[in-house]
């Protein structure tokens, strides 16, 4: 059967450097899947662009064949927001091209560059630009609505380091973003999410990191869990803020450093990783260390690298998953005792609780500079993820999330939360996450720059009317 669209596309492949795939295609199913195996969506059509002219070829031909529009970049948001059912998928891993400039002290990479390969471009001259936690995930969707990691404490965020973008408009227009040109545009994408444009390339500001780095991992079980959190809070005091710190929730993985009676046992993980010289990254363990004896540590010089994918087992593509997040001021005794009470109430031992510090540089980037809606100063952004293999624990553990987040709201500095967190985009806490003037601005240059509200499926501020 020969659809009316069908001439349209024709004529859309002949104009492409790149590659238009349909369901049947080779490469058709691949390019649909994201990380979360919960999304089934099956776009009508997938673009994997070959540069901007593409990208812009790409969005003219949605125009005329009244398809919605999806970004992919590396496919992690939680609610699948880089397909659309029927629509047009931009899927960006075709744009994987990566430079350094180590004298400049810059990278560029494409608009679909995973953290993985960013990283290991960067450490080949031991500079690193501050992303996240877990390598597989996008360089795109976690700048544009923030980045926090390992790095956020002594560099910022990772939209806090970054120095230009190639952006293509919804009208197919293909600009630089940077603080001298579009300037407008350059802070709303700071933070401000997919909602732009298509950025096909990001330019960085990159910083000495590793090769080596110096990783102290400390484990307390259930039954110590507010004396663990409790040591957290005593640890994240006094610790140096360019340290990176991270406490978890989570079981402990059958990894070769954890003792085999220990293998998926339920506790909490503090993480502590030192940039500096192995004095500084001492003094900071003899505090974890001053508290409740672990079950078991492991404190070692590790590559940056292994660092920043130490944790992708954890959460590993394809699972189901669902998540929720808030921010707080700290490990004040009320968050402590909400978290104690309902970590042990998880059905998936895959189910995680990650909480990230937020210190130091972040904090010293002004709130006003960036178009970020997390609160600039000293806090934790405390994420809730059901994650499972299986859909009956997931089940379980989406209303375990649910009702967490629904505890520990009262206390959180920002109950919007991260857009970068959220399985849901419900618009009351994206309003909520950028409060009212920033999201004012935000729907100003939206108008200007994607009046048609093209770019909507993301943590969406309709333009400005
Ligand atoms: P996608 O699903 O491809 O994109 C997400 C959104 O960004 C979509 O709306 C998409 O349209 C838009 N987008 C992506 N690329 C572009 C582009 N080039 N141009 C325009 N729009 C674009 N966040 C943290 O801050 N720190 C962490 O440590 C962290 N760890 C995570 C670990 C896992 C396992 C997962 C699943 C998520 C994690 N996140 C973390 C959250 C992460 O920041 C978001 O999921 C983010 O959206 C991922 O970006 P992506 O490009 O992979 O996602």
Redesign the pocket.
Known sequence: MTSTAEPALESLRAHLSGTVLTAGDPGYDAARS??NGEIDRRPAVVVRPAGAADVAAALAYAREAALDV?????????GG??VVAGGLCLD?SSLDAISVDPAARTARCG??VTWARLDAATQEHALAVPG???SH??V???T??????WLTGKHGLSCDNLLSAEVVTADGEVLRASADEHPDLFWALRGG??NFG??TEFEFRLHPVGPLVHLGLFFWGLEDGAAALRQAREVLGTLPAEMGVLVAGLNAPPAPFVPAEHHFRPGYALLIAGFAGEEQHAGAVRTARSGPAPLFEFVSPIPYVELQRMLDDA?PWGIL?YEKAVYADGFSDEVIEVIADFLPRKASPMSIMPIFALRGAFTEVDDAATAFGGPRRPGLVVNLAALAAEPAPFAVDRAWVREFWTALAPFAANPGGYV??MAEYEEDRVRTSYGPEKYARLARIKARYDPRNVFH??ANIPPAK
């Not at 999806?70 to 939680?78: D, I």
């Open positions: 994201v990380w999806s970004v992919r970049g590396g496919g992690h948001n939680f927001a880089a960006l608009g679909g996240g936690t877990v995930t996008g795109g969707g976690l544009l609505g923030g980045g926090f990691g999410g997919g298509v950025v959460a998953g970068n967190f499926h993301n």
